[in-house]
């Protein structure tokens, strides 16, 4: 199965300023088929990205995903208050699905 | 508008069967678009895919856990369950149900709906 590896694994930020999130994949990840989540304390996670850059239904322009083959990032610009809480990468193109082990981006 | 709520007995014993149920409300299971999920979190830990149902019956399950799951449709197509034998202390998690399309690959696509979450502990 293809592992996923997420850094850094945590990331401390200020308000306004850009997190950028690297998950990067010990195979190449098929057709782009690339994820990223969101997962605030005690919620379910929430989608962001996909196909590797884009954006779900109702999800703010300042979340970009970039990447492709085995390394990806997720970039936020200008972190908002509600951005605070720990992202996922999950890989779809091949089986058994897999996810990352998670970034905690937290106020600096 | 779709939601998936998970329900069950949050305290199982050792080596005995965890049971599940997602119900599905503003959707159907019969829709050919999309595929139906189990994923779980243990407490302080990342997401591992269970396996997920189509509408037809077919599933497909993660070979970790393959030997002892099994994931089904309701009579009703508004639920489908989790059952997962011979539990341990392991399985102790966070399960939740969830939702994707069917167009990626031919088991698996990124989730855009999921239920809240059901906390199952494993103990004697």
């Known amino acids: 199965e293809i592992v996923l590896t997420q850094s850094p694994g945590t990331l401390s930020l200020s308000p306004g300023e850009r997190a950028t999130l690297s998950c990067r994949a010990s195979q190449n990840v098929r057709v782009s088929y690339l994820a990223w989540y969101q997962q605030k304390p005690g919620q379910a996670p929430r989608l962001l990205i996909y196909?590797?850059?884009t954006r779900a239904t109702g999800i703010p322009d300042r979340f970009s995903g970039s990447g492709s083959g085995t390394d990806f990032t997720l970039t936020i610009n200008r972190l908002e208050p509600e951005d605070f809480a720990v992202y996922y990468c999950q890989q779809y193109g091949s089986s058994p699905q897999t996810f990352g082990q998670g970034t905690k981006v937290e106020i600096k | 508008q779709l939601q998936l709520q998970e329900s069950g007995p949050g305290l199982v014993k050792p080596s005995e069967t965890l049971s599940l149920t997602c119900t599905v409300s503003g959707g159907s299971i019969s829709s050919s678009s999309y595929l139906w999920d189990w994923i779980r979190q243990p407490p302080g830990k990342g997401l591992e895919w269970i396996g997920n149902?189509?509408?037809?019956?077919?599933?497909h399950y993660n070979p970790s856990l393959e030997s002892r799951v099994t994931i089904s449709v309701g009579t009703s197509k508004k639920q489908y369950s989790l059952k997962l034998t011979s539990v341990t202390a392991a399985d102790t998690a966070v399960y939740y149900c969830?939702?994707?399309?069917?167009?990626?690959?031919?088991?698996?696509?990124?989730?855009?709906?999921w239920g809240q979450g059901a906390l199952v502990t494993v103990s004697s």
């Open positions: 969830a939702r994707g399309p069917t167009y990626c690959t031919s088991d698996s696509c990124y989730l855009t709906h």
């Open positions: 196909g590797a850059s």
């Open positions: 149902i189509y509408y037809s019956g077919t599933t």
